[in-house]
């Protein structure tokens, strides 16, 4: 696996969490340091850039996803970003624990300048008061990206740029079963009883039932909706249909032996490691569904209490650069840019198996159902937790 094969996902948020410009300058689209890079080779246009070096000698602290995240980030971003602005990145890799750093640290010595966080950790703690407002006209290269990405309150309100990652994928082992998957229907046939593997956090899975219930029905791309609308009978359903799972998998790399070993026989998947692994063990097989399609949402944010808030959005844009995007898609990731996805999936034609690489498919990406997840969160958890997942290992 090119990837740490645990998940930046926290799944287990309490109510209390959920309820409960330090510094101005100029940002790096002000010096123009950022305008119209169109290489696609990270650095390649840096090199008059490099003669303003407007943040030489500052240091920007940021919280990055361990795994493949931190090898594009520190191979792509932190290079070709320091010989642009003079300042120093220090990476800091992890997990779930961005924010009880940020919450341990001194008031007036954030942890972090910058942190990638993903919507489950994400909406508590902007609502916690932890992040600041950003000044998007610092940020010009968030306009590359699909609209679709950016309709949320988060970007609505100013706390940070959201953007897609791994979408929700039906995987399975050739070997065990006689027909071609296309939809999550397919986890209800009869012959593929208590044969799925299914991930055992419910902000994935508990959309893959509803995928399902909406299939089974005659009514697929409507799980959003059905989540949305009828979170009790989606929750139902997962009850009926628990005893189908022959393996609640804890992380993709778990996933993907069992697959191999033959422990499951299908069932669902995040793409970012998919991808790997498709290309690693010939007898696995997958597809991104075109109906009912979602994916993780991540986010860039700063916090409060930082002193280098210009130089956290100048990063922040330099990101979406389409020379960063790309090295970050060559990683597995997805990019919402449609120009980057579409070079990519030239090269690459997996990659366009599982990302879109139209204009109505970047159009139509949508986040899993956080939203109405939060509504109902506790109540979901002792259902998820207490039933649904009851004796699994």
């Known amino acids: 696996m090119t990837r740490s094969d645990r998940d930046p996902i926290r799944t287990h948020l309490g109510r209390r969490r959920l309820l409960a410009g330090m510094t101005a300058g100029a940002g790096l689209a002000a010096t123009g340091l950022l305008a119209g890079c169109g290489s696609d080779e990270p650095?390649?246009?840096?090199?008059?850039?490099?003669?303003?070096?407007?943040?030489?000698?500052?240091?920007?602290?940021?919280?990055?996803?361990?795994?493949?995240?931190?090898?594009?980030?520190?191979?792509?971003?932190?290079?070709?970003?320091?010989?642009?602005?003079?300042?120093?990145?220090?990476?800091?890799?992890?997990?779930?624990?961005?924010?009880?750093?940020?919450?341990?640290?001194?008031?007036?010595?954030?942890?972090?300048?910058?942190?990638?966080?993903?919507?489950?950790?994400?909406?508590?703690?902007?609502?916690e008061g932890l992040f600041q407002t950003i000044d998007m006209d610092n940020i010009p290269n968030r306009e590359r990206a699909a609209a679709s990405t950016l309709d949320n309150w988060v970007y609505a309100e100013n706390y940070g740029v959201t953007f897609p990652d791994s979408?929700?994928?039906?995987?399975?082992?050739?070997?065990?079963?006689?027909?071609?998957?296309?939809?999550?229907?397919?986890?209800?046939?009869?012959?593929?009883?208590?044969?799925?593997?299914?991930?055992?956090?419910?902000?994935?899975?508990?959309?893959?039932?509803?995928?399902?219930?909406?299939?089974?029905?005659?009514?697929?791309?409507?799980?959003?909706?059905?989540?949305?609308?009828?979170?009790?009978?989606?929750?139902?359903?997962?009850?009926?249909?628990?005893?189908?799972?022959?393996?609640?998998?804890?992380?993709?790399?778990?996933?993907?032996?069992?697959?191999?070993?033959?422990?499951?026989?299908?069932?669902?998947?995040?793409?970012?490691?998919?991808?790997?692994?498709l290309r690693e063990r010939p007898a696995l097989a997958a597809t991104v569904p075109d109906v009912d399609r979602a994916y993780i949402q991540l986010m860039w944010v700063v916090p409060a209490a930082t002193r280098r808030k210009a130089l956290a959005e100048a990063a922040i844009d330099f990101l979406f650069r389409p020379d960063m995007q790309a090295a970050f898609a060559r990683g597995g990731r997805m990019t919402a840019q449609l120009d980057v996805a579409q070079r990519i999936a030239a090269d690459d034609p997996l990659y366009g198996q599982v990302y879109p690489t139209t204009a109505q498919g970047v159009a139509g990406i949508q986040y899993y159902p956080y939203e109405a997840y939060f509504k109902d969160w506790d109540h979901i958890v002792q259902v998820w937790d207490q039933e649904i997942l009851r004796s699994a290992g």
């Not at 120093?88 to 640290?105: E, Q």
Request: glycine share 8%; hydrophobic share 45%; no cysteine.
């Open 167 to 277: 979408a929700m994928t039906l995987a399975w082992n050739r070997d065990l079963i006689d027909f071609e998957p296309s939809g999550w229907a397919d986890l209800l046939r009869e012959d593929m009883a208590g044969t799925l593997g299914v991930y055992n956090s419910f902000y994935m899975s508990l959309y893959t039932f509803a995928a399902m219930k909406v299939g089974a029905a005659g009514a697929p791309g409507t799980a959003h909706a059905e989540v949305r609308n009828n979170l009790d009978g989606v929750l139902q359903f997962a009850r009926d249909n628990r005893d189908r799972v022959g393996y609640w998998w804890p992380t993709s790399s778990d996933m993907v032996l069992n697959l191999a070993q033959e422990n499951a026989a299908i069932g669902n998947m995040h793409s970012t490691d998919m991808l790997p692994a």
């Open 43 to 127: 650095g390649r246009d840096d090199a008059a850039a490099t003669r303003n070096r407007p943040f030489e000698g500052e240091t920007l602290k940021v919280f990055i996803y361990s795994g493949s995240w931190e090898q594009s980030f520190r191979s792509a971003f932190i290079p070709a970003f320091e010989a642009a602005t003079g300042a120093t990145v220090i990476a800091d890799p992890g997990w779930w624990d961005s924010i009880p750093k940020l919450k341990a640290s001194p008031p007036d010595d954030p942890a972090f300048d910058l942190v990638l966080t993903d919507a489950t950790q994400g909406y508590p703690a902007i609502r």
